[in-house]
């Protein structure tokens, strides 16, 4: 009779340890989904560090050249210097 319960008890832990594994927290699909996540931030983390740095390195051109501050005048602006005929190609 003793030796029927500790297998009754037995498979009991381990129905419950299954149980624990495949639903609730910490369970495979959820320590999936929680991967499938930390995929996508990190993805999105790298897009960020890449905007940043293309950003760093035109702030560091326009501290350091009057040629970048000049070009942004001219593309985003419309400057003219004096002198200068401005001429639009339209296609």
Request: some cysteine.
């Amino acid at each position: 009779m003793s030796n029927r319960i500790v297998c009754l008890v037995l498979v009991a832990l381990l129905v419950f340890i299954q149980l624990q594994m495949w639903s609730g927290h910490g369970s495979i699909p959820d320590v999936a989904q929680l991967q499938h996540k930390l995929d996508m931030q990190q993805a999105a983390n790298a897009r960020a560090k890449l905007a940043n740095d293309q950003l760093t390195s035109e702030v560091a051109d326009l501290k350091t050249g009057l040629g970048s501050v000049e070009e942004k005048a001219r593309m985003e602006l419309g400057m003219v210097k004096p002198n200068e005929i401005y001429v639009q190609v339209q296609r």
